[in-house]
C-alpha cells in the first residue's frame, strides 16, 4: 500500500506558507530602493502591470505543474518529457546554493536584533559601516581568504548564529509539512505583519517621515518610457514571488485534489507585493527622518541591499529621540522572521526532490539535507572572504539561476511540451477564477521576452561591473565556477536518473491519477488506501 502524500491543514496554512515564502528580505530592504529609483509612484504601474502579466501566470504554471502532479520539481518536470527532469535538478541545486548563502543574512540579522538593544555600533569610533564590515564580518582583501589559508579566518559571532538558524530550519522541516511548515508560518507571517506594521506606525511619526514619503511616492511619469524601468519592474516581480526554483512546485504538490489554485495565486501574489509597499512606505519614513535630522536630500539617504539594513539603518537608530533599542530590535526581529519563513521554503526544494525522486523518508531527507547544506553554510559563509563569496554567488543565482531557470522552464512547459492547455484546464476545474487566452498569451510570450531582455541586461551589466573594478575578474570567475557547477548538477543528476528506479507511485506510466499530463483531462485522485484524499480531515480543510 502506497504511503498518502503530506498536504496542508488548510488552504489558509498554504496561503500563509506560500506567502511566507514570497515575503523575504528582498520585499524590505529592495522594494523600496528599486521603486525610487525607477519613476517613483510612477513604478508602481508598471510593477502591477508585471505581477499581472508574468509574476501571476507564472506562479499558477508552477502551482498547476506541482497540484496536478503530485510531485515536486524533479518529477514534475520529468512528466512533460523525460529529459525535462534536468531542469527541476537544476532548481535543486539553485535551491541548495541559495539556502546556503541566504541563512548568513539572517544569522547578521539576528546578531544586529542582539546590538540594538544595547547599539554596540555606537561604540564604534569609525562608524556603522566599519562595524559591519571590519568588526562583525572581519572581512579580507582577498577572494580566496579561506579559514585555511594564510590570510582567512573563521568568524565565530558569524558563525554561532547560523548554528541557530539551521536548528529552527532542520526543527520545522522534520516537523513535515502541516505540524512543521504550516505551523511555522501560522506564528511567524501574522506576527511578522503586526511587528512590521507597529515599525510602520513607528517611522511615520517621526519628524521628516513627510519628505521621505514624497520622494517615495512622487512619480515621474516620464520614466515609463525607459525600458529599463519596465525591466526593474519585471525583475523585482520575479526576485520577489520565490517563482523560478522550484518552491512552489513542491508546495502546490501537497494541496488536496479539490483546491482553487488562481484564487491562492492573486492572494499570495497580492499580500507580497502590499507587504512591499508597507515596507517601502516604513523604509522611506525612515529615511525621511535621517535627511531631516543630517540637513540633506532624501537621495543622499537612499541605499539598497545590505547597506540599507547593516550600515544605514544602525545610524538612524542611533538618532532617534527616544525607543531607539526596541525600534531597532523591531527592524532586525522582521528580517529575521521574514527570512526564516523564506529558507524554510528554499530548502523543502531539495527536501521533497529527495523524498520524491529518490524515495527517501522525510526524516532521512531531512537529515542528509539540511545536515549537508547547514554544514557547508556554517563552514563557508562565517569565513572573513564570505561577503565575497555571498556576492559572486547571489549574481550567479539571480541571473544564471532564478531567471534562467525559469526561462528555461517556461520553454519546456509552452513550446516544447505544449502542455499550457491541460495546465490551464486542470487550473480551471476547481478555481474560481478561470484562465483563459490572456494567460496563455501572457506565459507563452510576454514573459519570456521580458525573461530573455532581463536576461541579456543582467549579463551585459556584470560584465561592465567586472571590467570597471579591480577585483572584477575574481568576482566574475567566482559566479561563473557557481553557474556552470548548477548547469554540471543538473546535467549529471539527469544521468544518473536513468539508473535510479523511480518510487512506487511516481512511475511515468502511472493512472488513475491528476498527474498524469498525457491524459487528456482529469481523473479522479484515489489516495492509496482507497479512500479519496479530500474526504480525509474535512472538519480541519472546512477551518
Not at 487550473?427 to 521580458?450: D, E, Q
Amino acid at each position: 500500500m502506497l504511503k498518502q502524500r503530506e498536504h496542508w491543514g488548510t488552504r489558509a496554512g498554504f496561503i500563509l506558507a506560500a506567502a511566507g515564502s514570497a515575503i523575504g528580505l528582498g520585499n524590505i530592504w529592495r522594494f523600496p530602493y528599486v521603486a525610487y529609483e525607477n519613476g517613483g509612484g510612477a513604478f508602481l504601474l508598471p510593477y502591477l502591470i508585471a505581477l499581472l502579466t508574468a509574476g501571476i501566470p507564472l506562479l499558477l504554471m508552477e502551482y498547476s505543474l506541482g497540484h496536478r502532479s503530485k510531485a515536486s520539481a524533479p518529477i514534475a518536470y520529468r512528466r512533460l518529457f523525460k529529459a525535462a527532469e534536468g531542469i527541476g535538478w537544476w532548481q535543486v541545486g539553485v535551491a541548495v546554493v541559495l539556502a546556503a548563502y541566504y541563512s548568513v543574512i539572517i544569522g547578521w540579522a539576528a546578531r544586529y536584533a542582539g546590538f540594538s538593544i544595547t547599539q554596540t555600533w555606537a561604540d564604534n569610533p569609525d562608524g556603522t559601516e566599519d562595524f559591519f564590515f571590519n568588526r562583525v564580518l572581519q572581512i579580507s582583501e582577498g577572494y580566496w581568504d579561506f579559514a585555511w589559508t594564510e590570510n582567512g579566518t573563521w568568524v565565530g559571532g558569524v558563525g554561532w548564529p547560523l548554528v541557530g538558524i539551521w536548528v529552527i530550519v532542520f526543527i520545522a522541516l522534520f516537523a513535515g509539512v502541516r505540524r512543521g511548515i504550516e505551523m511555522v508560518n501560522r506564528i511567524a507571517i501574522p506576527l511578522l505583519v503586526v511587528l512590521f506594521g507597529i515599525l510602520v506606525v513607528r517611522a511615520v511619526t517621526l519628524e521628516g517621515s513627510g519628505a521621505g514619503l514624497n520622494a517615495f511616492f512622487t512619480p515621474d511619469f516620464g520614466a515609463l518610457t525607459n525600458p529599463t524601468v519596465w525591466i526593474a519592474a519585471y525583475a523585482q516581480i520575479f526576485f520577489s514571488l520565490s517563482i523560478g526554483f522550484g518552491i512552489m512546485i513542491a508546495y502546490a504538490s501537497y494541496l488536496r485534489r479539490k483546491s482553487d489554485l488562481t484564487g491562492s495565486a492573486l492572494t499570495v501574489g497580492f499580500a507580497n507585493s502590499s507587504f512591499e509597499l508597507l515596507a517601502g512606505i516604513g523604509v522611506f519614513a525612515i529615511l525621511g527622518y535621517m535627511a531631516f535630522q543630517s540637513g540633506t536630500p532624501v537621495d543622499e539617504q537612499v541605499t539598497g541591499s545590505i547597506g540599507l539594513a547593516f550600515v544605514a539603518f544602525p545610524e538612524i537608530v542611533s538618532a532617534l529621540p527616544w525607543g531607539s533599542a526596541f525600534f531597532g530590535f523591531l527592524f532586525f526581529a522582521c528580517l529575521v522572521l521574514a527570512g526564516l519563513s523564506s529558507l524554510i521554503s528554499i530548502v523543502q526544494v531539495p527536501v521533497a526532490a529527495a523524498q520524491d525522486r529518490l524515495g527517501w523518508s522525510r526524516q532521512k531527507s531531512v537529515i542528509t539535507i539540511v545536515g549537508g547544506i547547514g554544514a557547508a553554510a556554517v563552514l563557508f559563509m562565517p569565513m572573513t572572504n564570505g561577503l565575497y563569496v555571498l556576492d559572486a554567488a547571489d549574481g550567479a543565482i539571480e541571473n544564471f539561476g532564478i531567471a534562467l531557470a525559469a526561462l528555461v522552464s517556461i520553454i519546456a512547459v509552452a513550446w516544447i511540451a505544449r502542455k499550457l492547455p491541460q495546465l490551464r484546464d486542470h487550473a480551471n476545474r476547481w478555481s474560481s477564477i478561470k484562465l483563459g487566452w490572456a494567460w496563455m498569451i501572457s506565459l507563452g510570450l510576454i514573459t519570456p521576452l521580458f525573461l530573455m531582455y532581463m536576461l541579456f541586461q543582467a549579463t551585459r551589466e556584470r560584465f561592465g561591473i567586472v571590467a570597471n573594478r579591480e577585483e572584477g575578474w575574481e568576482l566574475l570567475r567566482f559566479g561563473f565556477i557557481i553557474a556552470f557547477g548548477l548547469i554540471a548538477f543538473a546535467i549529471v543528476m539527469t544521468i544518473l536518473s536513468r539508473f535510479i528506479k523511480l518510487p512506487e507511485g511516481m512511475e511515468d506510466d502511472a493512472t488513475g491519477n491528476d498527474h498524469d499530463l498525457n491524459g487528456d483531462a482529469d481523473t479522479a485522485s484515489v489516495s492509496a488506501g482507497g479512500d479519496d484524499e479530500d474526504s480525509n480531515d474535512t472538519s480541519e480543510e472546512a477551518k
